[in-house]
């Protein structure tokens, strides 16, 4: 794999295969940014009020081409919680009302959704999934199990935070258009990692970090909505862009949008990391990552006497690669990765399985993996943070 280290700002003396948490910036893309921060400064009512909308729309155009979809259907959120608390607060929930999705959810979102079933009656059915799995259809078979005549909305992770697992949303939103129901997808891990088209994916609602694998700075997501829902979801913060002075052509746009004063930077610097993969034929690189990724998969498990989650290949592992690991003490044992060690890894616990998860990017090598391994492995004969 080509070595693109050096195009990165993180940390030499650490052995970094977190990617997944937030992401990291390469060096041309953050100058951009700083560059846009500063435009920011020298001027800021320009920037704000006069060029602002110009360059936001420039961005959406690029970032539209990208995942496939109208410009004018994509909203800038700061991160993929942000963009499901928009659609769960307005969903107008009803008691008994049921959103299906899964018990590998990221918690954050589980945690607005039971918020907002909470205050309405509405249930949030984690529907439990078996592992290890044995193929996309053993997946959705175990997932719509839990579909009933209350079931209002599917909400799914694209790839999930603490499996690491790549998700058959294709198949999910096919099948759930034709029972009509209504899907949002938490693509999170999506862009970036994988290819999003959100026309054949046929999702009604798809959130995506650019801040993970599309490699913009902290703060940078989107929110998509099937252009018939649009009028369905309120803004989040009531702004500007309510009975707008003046308006664009989407009120989705204008209420979501303009929404006071805030640094938008980041949003604009999504054409330049699209250009960035571009320019570095980032699909061989992603290619390769995903590779490393799935080479190491059986080296770990054996090494953590676990069962790998689902089958090693493209259709479950893409750069993420998530193993259960026996441990009462998982914050110990991350601190003691990072502190002794020097390897930024999580460590997560999820229900009650916990779950070591390693990121591979362009600045990854085999060599990073295996001092993981040799870092596990002693820990393993030094104490007793780790079970057998």
């Not at 949030?124 to 005549?149: A, H, M």
């Not at 003691?336 to 890894?345: D, P, T």
Request: a neutral charge; glycine letters at 4%.
């Amino acid at each position: 794999m080509q070595d693109l280290s050096s195009l990165f700002l993180l940390r030499k003396d650490i052995t970094f295969l977190n990617f997944g948490s937030f992401g990291a910036c390469p060096r041309p893309v953050f100058e951009r940014y700083q560059q846009y921060q500063l435009e920011l400064e020298q001027e800021p009512v320009e920037f704000i009020v006069t060029n602002g909308p110009k360059y936001l729309e420039q961005s959406r155009i690029a970032l539209g081409k990208y995942v496939n979809c109208h410009h004018d259907d994509l909203v800038y959120v700061t991160n993929p919680s942000y963009a499901v608390n928009i659609i769960a607060k307005s969903l107008a929930l009803q008691p008994g009302d049921e959103i299906l999705t899964t018990n590998i959810e990221y918690g954050a979102c589980d945690k607005t959704w039971e918020f907002y079933c909470n205050k309405t009656g509405a249930v949030y059915k984690k529907q439990p999934i078996r592992f290890p799995l044995e193929s996309k259809e053993d997946f959705i078979k175990q997932f719509f199990s839990g579909l009933t005549t209350n079931t209002k909305l599917v909400f799914i992770s694209h790839l999930t935070s603490s499996t690491g697992l790549r998700l058959p949303v294709e198949e999910i939103c096919a099948i759930a258009k034709q029972k009509g129901l209504m899907t949002f997808v938490d693509g999170a891990h999506g862009p970036g990692q994988v290819q999003v088209n959100l026309q054949t994916m046929q999702a009604d609602i798809y959130t995506g970090a650019c801040h993970k694998w599309m490699l913009t700075p902290k703060g940078s997501s989107f929110l998509y909505v099937k252009k018939e829902l649009q009028h369905l979801f309120d803004p989040l913060v009531v702004s500007w862009g309510y009975n707008a002075m003046f308006p664009s052509s989407s009120k989705f746009l204008d209420y979501h949008q303009m929404q006071g004063t805030r640094d938008f930077s980041a949003f604009l610097t999504i054409p330049n990391a699209i250009q960035f993969m571009q320019q570095n034929n980032w699909q061989a690189v992603a290619a390769a990552c995903r590779q490393l990724t799935q080479q190491n998969a059986n080296t770990i498990c054996t090494l953590l006497n676990a069962t790998a989650l689902a089958p090693i290949t493209d259709d479950f592992i893409a750069q993420l690669y998530s193993t259960e690991i026996k441990t009462k003490e998982p914050e110990k044992l991350k601190s003691v990765l990072f502190n002794e060690y020097a390897i930024e890894i999580p460590v997560m616990p999820h229900g009650d399985k916990v779950y070591l998860r390693y990121s591979i990017n362009a600045f990854n090598k085999q060599q990073d993996l295996d001092k993981l391994f040799d870092a596990l492995k002693s820990i393993m004969q030094k104490t007793n943070l780790i079970e057998p």
